[in-house]
């Protein structure tokens, strides 16, 4: 594929799954020439991400919106050089203030997150949950759509979940230990897997 921002392996991972999963092959098929793409730099998706939390979403676009317009570009730099009086008038809480500050001083320090490429998922999963604010959740995100990973797998996502039962337990629930069982069958294409069952749901592909 052309554009950068689409996954190198896609095409492989599409027909290794349509392969071994005949209810994917259909949602892949109804999806055709659809992708996984990365979104701004880490920074900005790490950001964004805290911005979400805890709020709905128009709360959260309003209070972004003003952000962007205060700082023109969210950088790390521009968002340490904003007093946190300033940011609690754009609307954060003070939790928020520290978390976001937090991660900017780790993304001024570049030689803090150099390596964070060059580590397997776990690893690296581990360096991000380490700043203030980020849980797994947000970290498999990053690894998705940031560092494009294909196989991660965000066992406690409410949307793959709820996609999981439609079109495998008839739209009942499911254990646990069963989800993890079907996922061990798209290794090691799991983050494919996941795109499209969260793209059978939502009408708009899902992008962080």
């Known amino acids: 594929m052309s554009d950068a921002s689409h996954p190198p392996y896609w095409d492989q991972a599409i027909k ?45 676009d309003s209070i ?37 500050r937090d991660i900017a001083e780790h993304f001024t320090d570049r030689a803090r997150i150099a390596h964070w ?8 999963i581990a360096e991000l949950v380490k700043l203030k604010g980020v849980g797994r959740w947000t970290a498999e995100m990053m690894l998705m759509f940031h560092y494009l990973r294909p196989d991660v797998f965000p066992i406690d996502d409410l949307g793959l979940l709820k996609a999981i039962y439609r079109h495998y337990n008839g739209g009942e629930r499911m254990p646990k230990e069963a989800v993890l069982k079907l996922g061990e069958t798209w290794r090691p294409w799991r983050s494919v897997a996941t795109w499209y069952l969260w793209r059978a749901l939502d009408p708009v592909p899902v992008e962080y």
Not at 37 to 57: C, E, H, N, P
Not at 83 to 99: D, H, M, T, V, W
């Open 117 to 124: 490429p060059e580590l397997e998922d776990d690893a690296l």
């Open 16 to 60: 290794a799954l349509s392969k071994r999963d005949a209810t994917l092959k259909g949602i892949i098929r109804s999806y055709h020439g659809e992708t996984m793409k990365a979104r701004g730099d880490a920074f900005f998706t790490l950001a964004r991400a805290i911005t979400g939390q805890q709020i709905s979403v128009k709360a959260a």
């Open 64 to 100: 972004w919106g003003r952000l962007v317009g205060e700082l023109g570009e969210v950088k790390p730099e521009r968002l340490l050089a904003t007093p946190p009086q300033r940011l609690r008038e754009l609307g954060f809480s003070q939790q928020k203030i520290a978390y976001l």
